[in-house]
């Protein structure tokens, strides 16, 4: 999707100024490594308070307000709750996303290439979450772990802004990613979702730890399942509990993990307690299909889903780089003879 294209260009200019990766194409010992000013400059492409242009024009179309200041562990829905002993209840909706098979770099590329291309990756996907109004609340390595949901949104809405951004960072790590790093020799490079919605009955908020050391995080099983649910995941894959299906209501886009042909009926729930009758269904989510539905999404000759710009930003000075190559009918609104 072009809406990434400043991301994957700090992974190619991070490959392109990699010494290993000079030697491997033959190119004998490069003439000078990287400096550390070269690496400050690749890293700092997109700034962390400042989303990529094409992104902005995305976030613009979406008209969602994008919150820079957010602080891991502290959802600001409840940091009022950090340290004190009280505790609420409310809804949330957690999402576990991991890349899978980043070791794999390490075969090809120094640890400062590893550096870029990976925080390039989890930059991309925090921005993606803060479109779609996600709050970020830990990163695990080469994962990240997103609520959504607050005080000012409607459960089912978090549900459908979370399928959302998962479905465009996914697309992006599937396709635009994975083409590239095929091209550099690096394959199984991909990510695996979890998504699981506690209603607000079945989620404690409350903080965690003690002093400095601690976070405004969540008890609740929905979000333990959401975890489990990503490990489950395929490639590029995204499992659903079942109480985020019930809010979509769209049997077209969800099949039971259990009908996967390596899985068996033992598959289907991903959580059970039989003394209180309670089993709890996993699905896998077609995010494909889910994502050429959204309205923001155009689908070009190919089949393939784009994503519109928004209409206040298709003026003439927008227009520009596509007229220039048909500048016999771009004038900027003059006349010519």
């Known amino acids: 999707?072009?809406?990434?294209?400043?991301?994957?260009?700090?992974?190619?200019?991070?490959?392109?100024?990699?010494?290993?990766?000079?030697?491997?194409?033959?190119?004998?010992?490069?003439?000078?490594?990287?400096?550390?000013?070269?690496?400050?400059?690749?890293?700092?492409?997109?700034?962390?308070?400042?989303?990529?242009?094409?992104?902005?024009?995305?976030?613009?179309?979406?008209?969602?307000?994008?919150?820079?200041?957010?602080?891991?562990?502290?959802?600001?829905?409840?940091?009022?709750?950090?340290?004190?002993?009280?505790?609420?209840?409310?809804?949330?909706?957690?999402?576990?996303?991991?890349?899978?098979?980043?070791?794999?770099?390490?075969?090809?590329?120094?640890?400062?290439?590893?550096?870029?291309?990976?925080?390039?990756?989890?930059?991309?996907?925090?921005?993606?979450?803060?479109?779609?109004?996600?709050?970020?609340?830990?990163?695990?390595?080469?994962?990240?772990?997103?609520?959504?949901?607050?005080?000012?949104?409607?459960?089912?809405?978090?549900?459908?802004?979370a399928l959302q951004m998962v479905s465009v960072y996914t697309h992006f790590v599937k396709n635009d990613l994975k083409e590239y790093l095929m091209s550099q020799g690096i394959e199984n490079i991909g990510v695996r979702t979890g998504i699981d919605l506690g209603k607000k009955e079945d989620v404690l908020w409350g903080n965690s730890g003690i002093g400095e050391i601690s976070e405004v995080t969540t008890c609740s099983l929905h979000t333990s399942l959401a975890s489990k649910m990503q490990s489950s995941a395929l490639r590029n894959g995204v499992v659903v509990g079942q109480y985020v299906k019930d809010e979509i209501l769209a049997d077209d886009i969800f099949s039971l993990v259990c009908n996967r042909p390596d899985k068996t009926e033992n598959d289907r729930y991903i959580y059970r307690i039989d003394d209180r009758n309670f089993y709890y269904s996993q699905y896998d989510f077609n995010w494909e299909k889910y994502l050429k539905k959204q309205s923001f999404v155009a689908i070009d000759s190919n089949g393939n889903p784009v994503i519109k710009l928004p209409s206040s930003v298709n003026t003439i000075s927008a227009l520009k780089p596509i007229a220039a190559i048909n500048k016999p009918y771009f004038n900027e609104g003059k006349n010519k003879t």
């Open 1 to 161: 999707m072009k809406i990434y294209n400043d991301y994957l260009q700090i992974i190619k200019d991070a490959v392109e100024s990699d010494a290993s990766n000079q030697i491997y194409k033959g190119l004998g010992s490069p003439i000078h490594s990287r400096t550390n000013e070269q690496f400050k400059a690749i890293l700092n492409r997109v700034e962390s308070k400042e989303i990529a242009s094409e992104m902005k024009m995305f976030s613009e179309g979406l008209g969602r307000p994008i919150n820079y200041n957010q602080q891991l562990g502290l959802h600001p829905s409840f940091a009022h709750l950090k340290n004190t002993d009280n505790v609420e209840e409310h809804y949330i909706v957690s999402v576990f996303i991991d890349i899978k098979g980043s070791t794999n770099l390490f075969k090809k590329f120094d640890k400062e290439t590893n550096f870029l291309i990976t925080n390039a990756i989890i930059k991309a996907g925090i921005h993606t979450a803060l479109i779609f109004g996600g709050y970020v609340h830990r990163l695990q390595g080469d994962g990240m772990f997103l609520y959504f949901g607050d005080e000012n949104t409607e459960q089912k809405k978090a549900v459908e802004l």
